[in-house]
Nanobody, 121 residues
Framework: QVQLVESGGGLVQPGGSLRLSCAAS????????LSWYRQAPGKERGLVAT????????NYADSVKGRFTISRDNAKNTVYLQMNNLKAEDTAVYYCNAARTDWWGRRFDYWGQGTQVTVSS
């Protein structure tokens, strides 16, 4: 059974930091690209950051560049999102995603249940 379980969300003041974790099981973690998405109330879910299966490359949304860092530990089947200098506009539910496309073009796409991040004084 595939599971992605996020943790580490909470309430933080502007300028503060949080580290989100996403523990995976039920699939071959090292074969998947991992991403963090977020969805604020009344808005569509959007991509925050992506890291390749090997961890050799990462990409970020412009709004979080220089503040957020995505990383992964393939030995622990876990992906992280370090969030620094948090702003009120970072408030959202954060979702972990694992995705890959096989040789035949079939896409495999898994999601966690989400963790709430609230940035407020």
């Amino acid at each position: 059974q595939v599971q992605l379980v996020e943790s580490g969300g909470g309430l933080v003041q502007p300028g503060g930091s949080l580290r989100l974790s996403c523990a995976a099981s039920g699939f071959t973690f090292r074969e998947y690209a991992l991403s963090w998405y977020r969805q604020a109330p009344g808005k569509e879910r959007g991509l925050v950051a992506t890291i390749t299966s090997t961890g050799g490359s990462a990409n970020y949304a412009d709004s979080v560049k220089g503040r957020f860092t995505i990383s992964r530990d393939n030995a622990k089947n876990t992906v992280y999102l370090q969030m620094n200098n948090l702003k009120a506009e970072d408030t959202a539910v954060y979702y972990c995603n694992a995705a890959r496309t096989d040789w035949w073009g079939r896409r495999f796409d898994y999601w966690g249940q989400g963790t709430q991040v609230t940035v407020s004084s």
